[in-house]
């Protein structure tokens, strides 16, 4: 280090040292932005003393992607070394030529100095015995791996053995390098008791039986033990220096990389287990305990596995499996009729829990249910009440069992009951709004639902009651505020036509008084609006009564036959094809049918004969009325429940009245041919009377 080197040091001493201390407490490196940005310094003056360090041979760097990472070195500078090293020693650079060797080397292998500098390492007569070629050894130590390998020199005539120590190296320049220090160097033909160890050590892994490689991160195999030589076949001096790549799968070849780069410093060992081909040609079973050396800085310096052919042990255990499914084959088929019986009796066991806690699950949401739950028998008895009915009827439990059902009911007389119970059995499902009467005698209203159900032979009726006393009560007061409304209406649209009539009046004189043509269409235009009021004022009457009472269950029969005679049969025929059906709908549901039996859609095509019918589509009925005329254009058809179509507002009341209940009303006729309405009716808006 020359004096100009020195005073740079001793100037950034300071700072040199806080690089130093930083980089001591992160051993995997950083990068000069690190350092910069933990030090507050500037990244120029940080790459000028990590230059200087590297010159000095403190730290050390490599390149991670597009940025350098630096770390403490573990680097000996070169001049230093050759000062202290007493041994045969050859220093080389980064692309393995000798730069520098010292007398001993000279001495100790008779080679002049222009023999030996400047020339490559290669060219030395120095052989490698393990840890794979010499480039392959050299560039190890070059990245900063310290290394011991057995080696040979040849000395004149004589091959002498001796251990190699590579140690990483960096010059003055900042530049790294290799030394090589050659130790057990006597040349006396007896071992140095290092060689001497060195050759036990290797007897007594050639003498296990179990296979012992020595690998590095590339997977050059440095050392590899008599009993791995003999599995694939090979000598130890073809195996050292070459891949260590056991013939496996593609899928085991991928599991065993994943296994080696799972260890860890933590966790440096691993076990496992594949199939691969051994020299013979057999596939054999191995397993494998592989164990990872690392340096100071975490990486991986090379792998020892430790091997052993298991391939008795899994046929062993193969063959034992074999034999015991073998002999659970035979105590299977001897005791199957024990099995299929106790399989039985376990599934039957499952089978009654289950049911039973199901039962016990469905007859305590029975009891506790807020609605009234009665189940009826053939014989019009009460069989079962839940808590709720007992309570709201004022009965006991004992009390209510066979009662008769017509005394709780007395829409369901006894008298009556054998037609209800076939009505019930056809359609399945009965409801009616009707009076329970309590034990107290006291009645209140209630909706009743009926269902026909069968079980293990025996037939009963499960009857669902609510209690309709609120909504009874809240429907009345609604009624009485709808009634008093429309009173109130009905003297409001009286006084506002009694108005209008007047103001038609006096507009009327005017425009025989005026003959200005201006004030005249003024005039005009006044009469039209007004009319046009009269019109909107008349449409309130229509709608008075809309809504004013519940909707209820409507034979269509009784309803079409009521229209029917209304009619005159020399004008207008019927013919009619309909089930015995009931269907929910406002008590107004016969004028529906009277605008669409009257004049139709065009006042000048009254219909001549009209047919009534029924279609299934999906879960709704559908009502059809059909007859012959002129029909309606495509673009027209909504347009016939508009207010104003036609000037008549009769099917615009008709759609408005079935609307209240969920019904639709379309024209679906074809056009030239035929008019065609569709009364649609949900499936939970009608049923079969009986």
């Given at each position: ?71 403490h070195?573990?680097?000996?500078p ?33 080679l ?14 120095i ?87 020595t ?34 799968s ?21 076990t ?22 690392f ?13 052993m ?45 289950t ?15 807020a609605?009234m ?42 008298s ?8 019930l ?81 006096y ?42 009472r ?19 049969p ?121």
């Amino acid at each position: 280090m020359n004096i100009c080197q020195v005073g740079t040091m001793e100037e950034y001493r300071v700072e040199i040292d806080r690089i130093k201390e930083i980089l001591s407490t992160h051993p995997e490196g950083l990068s000069i932005t690190d350092i910069a940005g933990q030090l507050q310094l500037n990244r120029n003056s940080v790459a000028k003393y990590m230059d200087i360090l590297q010159i000095q041979g403190a730290v050390d760097g490599r390149k991670i992607g597009t940025s350098k990472i630096y770390y403490h070195s573990q680097r000996i500078p070169a001049f230093s070394l050759r000062k202290v090293c007493s041994r045969p020693l050859l220093v080389c650079n980064q692309d393995f030529i000798v730069t520098d060797m010292n007398q001993e080397f000279q001495s100790y292998s008779g080679l002049s100095s222009d023999q030996v500098l400047q020339k490559p390492v290669d060219s030395l007569p120095i052989q490698f015995l393990e840890g794979g070629t010499s480039q392959q050894v050299l560039k190890r130590t070059l990245k900063g791996v310290e290394q011991r390998v057995r080696s040979q020199v040849r000395v004149g005539s004589i091959t002498q053995p001796c251990n190699l120590l590579l140690l990483p190296v960096v010059f003055e320049t900042g530049k790294p390098g290799i030394s090589l220090i050659m130790e057990d160097t006597a040349p006396s033909g007896k071992p140095s008791p290092a060689d001497q160890a060195t050759q036990d050590l290797v007897s007594l892994l050639d003498d296990e039986i179990e296979y012992i490689v020595t690998y590095t991160p590339e997977g050059i195999i440095r050392f590899a033990n008599e009993s791995y030589c003999k599995a694939v076949g090979k000598s130890r001096e073809d195996l050292v220096g070459r891949p260590f790549k056991p013939l496996v799968s593609p899928d085991d070849s991928e599991r065993i990389r994943e296994h080696l780069d799972h260890l860890t410093v933590q966790y440096p060992v691993g076990t496992i287990e594949y199939r691969a081909i051994v020299a013979n040609g057999e596939l054999r079973h191995l397993r494998w305990q592989d164990r990872a050396h690392f340096n100071t800085r975490g990486e991986v310096i090379n792998y020892t596995s430790c091997g052993m052919d298991i391939t008795d042990i899994v046929v062993a255990g193969q063959k034992l499996k074999k034999t015991q499914e073998t002999l659970e084959e035979t105590i299977i088929s001897r005791t199957e009729d024990l099995r299929t019986i106790n399989r039985h009796m376990y599934e039957e066991i499952a089978r009654r829990e289950t049911m039973e806690e199901e039962l016990l699950r469905t007859q305590f949401a029975i009891d506790h249910a807020a609605d009234m739950i009665f189940w009826v028998n053939r014989n019009a008895h009460i069989q079962y009440a839940n808590a709720i009915a007992i309570k709201t009827l004022g009965y006991t439990g004992p009390d209510i069992l066979n009662l008769p059902f017509a005394e709780i009911i007395p829409l369901y007389s006894l008298s009556s009951w054998d037609e209800i119970w076939a009505g019930l059995k056809k359609t399945g499902t009965l409801s009616s709004e009707t009076v329970l009467i309590k034990n107290d005698g006291s009645r209140f209203p209630a909706e009743v639902t009926l269902t026909s159900l069968e079980y293990r032979g025996k037939e009963f009726a499960y009857c669902f009651s609510r209690d309709l006393s609120e909504r009874t009560r809240m429907e009345r007061a609604l009624q009485e505020a709808n009634k008093k409304l429309n009173i109130y209406t009905s003297i409001a649209r009286h006084d506002i036509q009694n108005k209008i009539t007047v103001l038609l009046g006096y507009l009327g004189r005017t425009k025989k008084a005026v003959k200005d043509p201006v004030v005249l269409e003024y005039l005009d235009r006044q009469e039209l609006a007004a009319k046009a009021i009269r019109n909107e004022i008349n449409l309130t009457r229509d709608f008075k009564d809309l809504g004013a009472r519940p909707p209820e269950w409507q034979n269509v029969r009784s309803v079409l036959d009521g229209v029917i005679r209304q009619q005159n049969p020399e004008i207008l025929t019927f013919t009619i094809d309909l089930p015995e059906t009931e269907i929910y709908a406002d008590g107004q549901i016969d004028r529906v049918f009277d605008r669409l039996f009257g004049s139709g859609i065009m006042p000048d095509a009254a219909p001549r004969h009209i047919r009534i019918g029924s279609i299934r589509k999906e879960r709704s009925l559908i009502l059809v009325i059909e007859y012959e005329c002129d029909g309606v254009k495509p673009e027209a058809k909504e347009g016939l429940f508009e207010v104003q179509a036609f000037g008549n507002r009769g099917l615009f009341m008709a759609r408005e009245i079935l609307s209240l209940t969920g019904i639709t009303l379309m024209e679906t006729g074809l056009y030239g041919t035929s008019t065609r309405f569709e009364i649609g009716i949900p499936d939970t808006y009608y049923r079969e009377s009986y």
